[in-house]
Structures are given as structure tokens and as C-alpha cells.
């Protein structure tokens, strides 16, 4: 998602630098990278002030993505902080530490400085930080509206699954609050093969690996290619997870056209007022209806998809962007 705002902030006429820790091997984002050693999740020592401050020196707006929201890294939090104190930022929210049970009782975070202004990606999170006296908007996640295609028999080939065989994939990692036991439960009572795309995180290696050997369906671990590989190759996406902060997996699929099944986590309500008609878990028998009867589930997949388009567009999020900018005096 940072890759879109920073698309739509180049069309707005800036020009985008990303000061990080370490970049992902391959990283194709356009702008000057700049790396700060102490800015990444598992550093062991702050980020250098000067170095930090060399590296933002000539930037007229800082673009914070979460680091000022959860404390993954608590000492760069701090840092970043006091560096911007007085000057224009957008601190970008995704996961405050109240919504995190190991981190609910940190008070340090989200901070908050009379030259900032504040974006949040859900109404939920807005309104639990302005009962903390932190006003913010709420700014959607955008996606391409006319995603990639991508190849089925080759993604299908490689994971070892027939043509005619039912494949449910979960494209999370694998932590506790994404509920792979739910979907493992779901893709056994449809007679699927369960396709978890991400790895054990948080310590949860052994609890997944006693999870996936009493598994009662075929089960895949592995990545695929790229996201439109995992939508062409799935008959249908799970996504049973007990809270997250946006949940991109089920706009996704809408887009893919692809049927999903998601749990009741507080903002996937906020994004059920948008319109999608998603699948509970529990739904099994109208999910196996629907996967048997492709002129059925055309129509679901038709409103869903437009849904997206309508609402979740990388466009419409874009607008926001840009009207939020203009109202903060902030245009370029």
C-alpha cells in the first residue's frame, strides 16, 4: 500500500524518497532510497538522529508509515518522533497498540505533534483515537481495479493439483489471529486441498506445524510467483481471521472474481456496509452450492468485483489522498 500513495502523491507533483531499514530484495519502487541502519523491526540499536536527520533534511513532507502507531521497534518510534517534532508529517496508522493484546498496555503510542495530521485505514481505528484525543481521517486501502491475469495450470502444475481438484487458498502468514484451524475446518468439509501461502511468524512455527499434521485434507505450504498467480490458481480464498486492521485478501478476490470466506473481525463489518456479500465460515453448504454452480456464483461475484471498483479503487483512494493533502496545506 505504500506504493500506492507514493504513486498518487507522484501524480500529485511530488517527489518520492523512502528512507527505511532495509529494502525487500528486488524493491522496483521508483524515488531515492536512502537505508537507516535501527529503523527495522529487529534492529538491536536506534537509528543515528544525525543520519536520520540527513536523510530527511530535504524532504518539505514526511509520510510515516505505522512506525509512529505500533511498537514493533519502540527506540526508532521514539526517534522519528523527536526528529519531527515542528515539522509537516503524515503519520499513516495501521496498527495501534491497543488493538494488539502484547502491546496494549505501551502508552507511548500513536504520538502526536500540532504539525502532523493523522490517517487511519479503517472508521474503527479513527474513532478509537480521537477517544484518545487524537483527531484523524480515515483514508481506505486502494487496489488496481483491472488486476493482472494470472496463469492457473502453470500456478496448479507446480503445487501437484489436478485441473478438476478444489483449491482453498489462504494467503496470510501464519500467526494465531489469521485462524488457520477455521479454514483448515472449511476446506475439509469441502473436500479441498488447503494452499497456506506464508510462513510461521511470532513463534508460531510449532503451533502450526501440530495444526497442519492433524489436518484431515491435503495440505500446501508454499509461496506462489506473485499475487495473480494465487487468485488464478484458487477455486476459493480464505480468510477466517479473528481481527485485522484492513484485510486486503477479500478485495482482492473480489477483483479476481473469486469467492471468499471471512470471519466477522470488527472492520470486516465496516467493509461488509461497503456492499460485499462475503461467506461466512460456517457457511460450508452454501459455499458448496454456489463452487457447483458456476452461473450461481457469477452473479455474487459480479457485485463484489464492482463493489471494489466502485469503492476501493486505487483512484478513489487517491482522491482522498489528494483532498487531504489540499486541506492540510500541503500541495506541492
Known amino acids: 500500500m505504500a506504493r500506492n500513495w507514493a504513486h498518487m502523491l507522484t501524480k500529485q507533483g511530488f517527489?518520492?524518497?523512502?528512507?527505511?531499514?532495509?529494502?525487500?530484495?528486488?524493491?522496483?519502487?521508483?524515488?531515492?532510497?536512502?537505508?537507516?541502519?535501527?529503523?527495522?523491526?529487529?534492529?538491536?540499536?536506534?537509528?543515528?538522529?544525525?543520519?536520520?536527520?540527513?536523510?530527511?533534511?530535504?524532504?518539505?513532507?514526511?509520510?510515516?508509515?505505522?512506525?509512529?502507531?505500533?511498537?514493533?521497534?519502540?527506540?526508532?518510534?521514539?526517534?522519528?518522533?523527536?526528529?519531527?517534532?515542528?515539522?509537516?508529517?503524515?503519520?499513516?496508522?495501521?496498527?495501534?497498540?491497543?488493538?494488539?493484546?502484547?502491546?496494549?498496555?505501551?502508552?507511548?503510542?500513536?504520538?502526536?505533534?500540532?504539525?502532523?495530521?493523522?490517517?487511519?485505514?479503517?472508521?474503527?481505528?479513527?474513532?478509537?483515537?480521537?477517544?484518545?484525543?487524537?483527531?484523524?481521517?480515515?483514508?481506505?486501502?486502494?487496489?488496481?481495479?483491472?488486476?493482472?491475469?494470472?496463469?492457473?495450470?502453470?500456478?496448479?502444475?507446480?503445487?501437484?493439483?489436478?485441473?478438476?481438484?478444489?483449491?482453498?487458498?489462504?494467503p496470510v502468514r501464519a500467526i494465531e489471529r489469521k485462524n488457520i484451524g477455521q479454514a483448515l475446518k472449511v476446506t475439509t468439509a469441502l473436500g479441498g486441498t488447503y494452499w497456506l501461502l506464508g510462513p510461521a511468524e511470532d513463534g508460531y512455527g510449532p503451533q502450526l506445524a501440530t495444526e497442519l499434521a492433524a489436518a484431515r485434507c491435503p495440505v500446501i505450504h508454499a509461496p506462489a510467483a506473485n499475487r495473480a498467480d494465487i487468485y488464478a490458481a484458487a477455486d476459493l480464498v480464505a480468510f477466517p481471521s479473528t481481527w485485522e486492521g484492513f484485510g486486503n485478501p477479500p478485495v482482492e478476490a473480489a477483483l479476481y472474481r473469486k469467492p471468499v470466506f471471512v470471519g466477522h473481525y470488527p472492520v470486516a463489518d465496516e467493509l461488509r456496509g461497503l456492499g460485499f456479500h462475503w461467506f461466512a465460515p460456517q457457511d460450508t453448504d452454501a459455499m458448496a452450492e454456489r463452487l457447483d454452480d458456476p452461473s450461481g456464483l457469477a452473479p455474487l461475484l459480479d457485485h463484489n468485483q464492482q463493489v471494489a471498483k466502485n469503492e476501493l479503487s486505487i483512484e478513489r483512494m487517491g482522491r482522498r489522498l489528494e483532498n487531504f493533502i489540499v486541506e492540510a496545506g500541503w500541495r506541492p
Open 15 to 170: 517527489t518520492v524518497s523512502w528512507v527505511a531499514g532495509a529494502f525487500e530484495p528486488g524493491w522496483d519502487a521508483p524515488g531515492r532510497t536512502t537505508v537507516v541502519a535501527g529503523l527495522n523491526i529487529n534492529a538491536t540499536a536506534p537509528p543515528d538522529p544525525n543520519q536520520l536527520e540527513s536523510a530527511l533534511a530535504d524532504q518539505d513532507l514526511v509520510v510515516v508509515e505505522n512506525l509512529l502507531s505500533i511498537p514493533l521497534n519502540l527506540a526508532a518510534s521514539q526517534t522519528v518522533a523527536s526528529l519531527l517534532n515542528g515539522r509537516p508529517a503524515l503519520i499513516h496508522h495501521h496498527d495501534p497498540p491497543w488493538q494488539r493484546k502484547r502491546f496494549a498496555h505501551l502508552t507511548e503510542l500513536p504520538a502526536d505533534d500540532p504539525s502532523w495530521r493523522h490517517v487511519t485505514i479503517n472508521d474503527l481505528t479513527k474513532k478509537e483515537m480521537a477517544e484518545r484525543g487524537i483527531y484523524a481521517e480515515t483514508i481506505y486501502n486502494g487496489f488496481d481495479p483491472n488486476p493482472p491475469t494470472g496463469n492457473r495450470l502453470t500456478t496448479r502444475r507446480r503445487l501437484g493439483i489436478g485441473d478438476h481438484s478444489l483449491l482453498v487458498a489462504h
